[in-house]
């Protein structure tokens, strides 16, 4: 599933096709990805200035000027992906049509946004931007890491008292929206703390360190174009590389890059932990 530095990658990609400009037409090729589609999805977009390009967690956000938002999930395999557009010395040619091209946006400017999707697990809706708070898949979300609402204070307060285990419980959108499996391992390992260890049990000072280096992960990831591991491309189609930096994350009996030891690979809630034994604690 892309993570947060995924979906502000490709949300920085469309930006230069959509932000302020028109949709001149609209096609949805069927009626349905994960969930039903928006009704007259087609008829509600043609026509409409996208405003302004957001993101909420791992959404994207387009503000129209008919005071809706449409919403953008990627899932799994879901792709964003812009043509028609110069990259540097090089023109972004339209691509033939594609099987799970699903939604087609042909925006004002020549530029063309395709999302493509082979598994649909993707979904997009639109919903007024002065409600969205509501929307049931943005509701109850926590506060960005990048906002002002995610500070020091906040996270020891947050995981104060909690028995689940520190990997858990920064995984808990409704504690920080955004964060994901690969992430929290990287930010644990820069922390020296060990991902199984109850979080209210983890002295304050070093829950409040963890603060800044959410923040430090996620900037070098998105710098570097998010993570692609499987199905993750940019909008103009290109891999992500932070992979290529992980220090833990999928380098399971390999030396930490610390201080040598074997990284370990655990299951927590269905999901995998990679961790230095030696140096988290």
């Known amino acids: 599933m892309p993570e947060l530095p995924e979906v502000e990658t490709v949300r920085r990609g469309l930006a230069p096709a959509m932000e302020g400009r028109r949709i001149m ?3 949805v090729n069927r009626p349905d990805l994960r969930w039903p589609l928006p009704e007259n999805m087609a008829g509600r977009l043609t026509g409409r200035r996208v405003e302004r390009l957001r993101r909420r967690s791992k959404y994207i956000l387009a503000d129209l000027d008919s005071g809706e938002s ?4 990627l899932g799994m395999s879901g792709r964003m992906l812009v043509s028609g557009v110069m990259l540097g010395d090089y023109h972004l040619d339209h691509p033939a049509p594609q099987k799970h091209d699903h939604v087609v946006l042909e925006m004002e400017g020549g530029a063309r946004v395709t999302f493509n999707d082979a598994r649909r697990f993707g979904a997009m809706d639109l919903v007024r931007t002065d409600r969205e708070a509501a929307h049931w898949l943005l509701a109850g979300l926590g506060p960005e890491p990048f906002g002002n609402e995610f500070h020091e204070e906040y996270l020891v307060e947050r995981l104060k008292g909690r028995a689940s285990p520190v990997k858990t419980a920064l995984l808990d959108q409704h504690v920080v929206a955004g964060l994901g499996n690969i992430y929290v391992s990287e930010v644990l390992f820069r922390a020296g703390i060990d991902p199984r260890r109850a979080a209210g049990r983890i002295a304050s000072k070093r829950i ?18 998010g993570s692609s591991l499987r199905d993750h491309r940019q909008a103009d189609g290109e891999l992500g590389y932070f992979q290529h930096s992980f220090r833990v994350y999928d380098r399971e009996d390999e030396p930490c890059p610390t201080c ?7 299951v927590q809630s269905g999901r995998s932990s990679y961790f230095c034994p030696q140096c988290q604690k």
């Open 260 to 266: 040598g030891t074997p990284v370990r690979r655990i």
């Open 208 to 225: 409040a360190a963890l603060v800044p280096l959410v923040r430090e992960v996620l900037s070098e990831a998105i710098e570097a174009g």
């Open 70 to 73: 449409l919403l953008i999930h």
């Open 25 to 27: 037409a609209a096609q």
